[in-house]
């Protein structure tokens, strides 16, 4: 059975930094291509970010462009989003997913087949 834990948010200033990690247990990490996800008060889940299962691959939506960076340590079984220039509206509930599509990376949410518990992110202005 595969689990997912999150780690890493928490509250910061306008433009300040977070880097979100997630561990994958219960199988092979490398047979997942992994995304992050973020749902804010009142809005559905959305895309951040994914990477392919060797790191090679990484897709971000436009929004985080040029501020977040996703990336994986498979020796570690844990993906990371690291997040700089954060603003306001980045707050939200972030979420990591696991994908069996792992060549690529996935940017729906239902391309996913295991979700974390969720960790909170607050932006204050």
């Known amino acids: 059975q595969v689990q997912l834990a999150e780690s890493g948010g928490g509250l910061v200033q306008a433009g300040g930094s977070l880097r979100l990690s997630c561990k994958l247990s219960?199988?092979?990490?490398?047979?997942?291509?992994m995304g992050w996800f973020r749902q804010a008060p009142g809005k559905e889940r959305a895309v951040v970010a994914a990477i392919n299962w060797s790191g090679q691959i990484a897709w971000y939506v436009d929004s985080v462009k040029g501020r977040f960076t996703i990336s994986r340590d498979n020796t570690k079984s844990t993906v990371f989003l690291q997040m700089n220039s954060l603003k306001p509206e980045d707050t939200a509930v972030y979420y990591c997913a696991a994908s069996r599509l792992r060549l690529g990376a996935p940017a729906q949410a239902n391309e996913y087949d295991y979700w974390g518990q969720g960790t909170e992110v607050t932006v204050s202005s």
């Open positions: 219960g199988r092979t990490f490398s047979m997942y291509a």
